[in-house]
């Protein structure tokens, strides 16, 4: 168990068709606005990124779902997810009275990281996590402000660098981890982790690492679920005190997955 | 006179080519590095505006040298002004050790506009300025932080909208005049305001209101230098004290034309 003086912050994480459609976006807004206690959002917007990027001539090249982000993809990631997809999501908060914040890891230096060396594939604009600065975000939260994070992070030699929004969101909560007892929630489209995947009752309300890895060997858990996992996993390690993954309307129903 | 225990802040902004080009901007950052005391970037992009637009089959349509913002070029303008043209400025300073932030004015609800009511010219999601958030500013500031501000704005109802860069540096300005002494550094291609637009050599030292009217009756002055000529007289008027028109070397040179 934590301290008991320590207070509770969670961290959101929102991706796929949620912060990419209004009505979706709208329900989002107004289930976080819900939460109590401090909060911060991580969005993704990978579809929206794709699709601006076919409008523009530039072909989406992803390699064990990670999206290869050459000069050109760069700027169409940094115009969706820093640009459209991070300001609406500030002015519908603002909208509902919570004064919301949008940053990427460039901004206040938030986020440092380091442009991933070119192995088997070159992943080309793309940045694993160095450093997060929790103390400027804990200290953005205490002026009563939300932040809202894009998934992009920068190397402090100029280069902005495209960031994967579950690992942004991961090692955000594990930064602040020492400073308050924190949550973090993935939500997606599913209301959790399913047993089976065409039926949304059968969430499993919890998971650990024992059953997640019987669970990957039976094939019940595959494909982007098991990262999404392993940084679940992860975060706990390094002391996270809760991982949610659900729906959006998890937050106020209670459903979900909790990873132990 | 101002007080002598206010302390200097300079509001510089830039538009036009200089902020869209590699080069230019190196320079422009290099040259804003060299400011001394407080100071907020406020940078436009309407030709990355424009060149996006173009390239997505979206007509751009100006009227009195303002661009009529339907929702898809919104979405245009939020993408480049608030993404791509913001976030790489934002990492370039970073890159120089100054600790920038971008921001909109949705973002800590910095400032908020309300909607160009429909006249002759229905401007669409374009926003009038009515209040700057300067006490928020000035905080980033005394936390040694650098505003880095797009040339957006929005109303509290959940509406991003479009506004001229050169009115939000001068609403900044003005702002904050109460807090600062307060220089206003309009940047762009030109050494400053010029008796001879063909003669980079002609720049006018010093402009006071009269010399003005009298350099528009003879069409000496003409086109957009018009109302960012009333710009900077409206913030002397209201506090600023000073107002330099010139190029992005003037920072360093002292080159250009002061308004009083």
Same mark, same amino acid.
């Given at each position: 168990?934590?301290?008991?003086?320590?207070?509770?912050?969670?961290?959101?994480?929102?991706?796929?068709?949620?912060?990419?459609?209004?009505? /979706?976006?709208?329900?989002? $807004?107004?289930?976080?606005?819900?939460?109590?206690?401090?909060?911060?959002?991580?969005?993704?917007?990978?579809?929206?990124?794709?699709?601006?990027?076919?409008?523009?001539?530039?072909?989406?090249?992803?390699?064990?779902?990670?999206?290869?982000?050459?000069?050109?993809? =760069?700027?169409?990631?940094?115009?969706?997810?820093?640009?459209?997809? *991070?300001?609406?999501?500030?002015? &519908?908060?603002?909208?509902?009275?919570?004064?919301?914040?949008? =940053?990427?890891?460039?901004?206040? *230096?938030?986020?440092?990281?380091?442009?991933?060396?070119?192995?088997?594939?070159?992943?080309?604009?793309?940045?694993?996590?160095?450093?997060?600065?929790?103390?400027? +975000? @804990?200290?953005?939260?205490?002026?009563?402000?939300?932040?809202? =994070?894009?998934?992009?992070?920068?190397?402090?030699?100029?280069? !902005?660098? *495209? /960031?994967?929004? %579950?690992?942004?969101?991961?090692?955000?909560?594990?930064? $602040?981890?020492?400073?308050?007892?924190?949550? +973090?929630?993935?939500?997606?489209?599913?209301?959790?982790? $399913?047993?089976?995947?065409?039926?949304?009752?059968?969430?499993?309300?919890?998971? %650990?690492?024992? =059953?997640?890895?019987?669970?990957?060997?039976? &094939? !019940?858990?595959?494909?982007?679920?098991?990262?999404? +996992?392993?940084?679940?996993?992860?975060?706990? @390690?390094?002391?996270?005190?809760?991982?949610?993954?659900?729906?959006?309307?998890?937050?106020?129903?209670? !459903?979900?997955?909790?990873?132990?």
């Amino acid at each position: 168990m934590g301290e008991e003086s320590k207070e509770k912050l969670t961290v959101v994480k929102v991706g796929g068709r949620i912060v990419e459609e209004e009505e /979706t976006l709208d329900e989002l $807004l107004t289930d976080f606005g819900w939460l109590e206690g401090y909060k911060i959002l991580v969005h993704g917007g990978g579809r929206s990124a794709t699709k601006l990027a076919t409008q523009l001539g530039i072909e989406s090249r992803m390699v064990n779902g990670r999206r290869v982000t050459d000069a050109e993809m =760069l700027r169409v990631v940094v115009m969706v997810y820093g640009g459209w997809v *991070n300001k609406r999501i500030v002015a &519908g908060l603002q909208s509902l009275g919570i004064n919301a914040v949008g =940053l990427t890891g460039a901004d206040m *230096n938030i986020i440092r990281s380091e442009r991933r060396a070119v192995g088997e594939v070159d992943y080309g604009f793309v940045g694993d996590v160095r450093a997060v600065r929790g103390d400027v +975000l @804990e200290r953005l939260m205490r002026e009563d402000m939300v932040p809202v =994070l894009a998934p992009l992070t920068h190397d402090r030699q100029g280069n !902005i660098l *495209n /960031t994967n929004a %579950d690992t942004i969101a991961g090692e955000t909560a594990k930064a $602040l981890s020492q400073a308050f007892d924190v949550t +973090l929630m993935y939500c997606f489209e599913k209301r959790g982790v $399913l047993m089976d995947e065409s039926d949304e009752k059968s969430v499993i309300p919890e998971i %650990d690492y024992l =059953l997640f890895r019987q669970y990957v060997r039976e &094939g !019940i858990i595959q494909g982007g679920m098991i990262p999404k +996992l392993e940084n679940a996993f992860e975060a706990i @390690e390094t002391g996270v005190k809760e991982v949610i993954i659900t729906h959006p309307e998890g937050i106020r129903t209670g !459903i979900g997955t909790r990873v132990r």
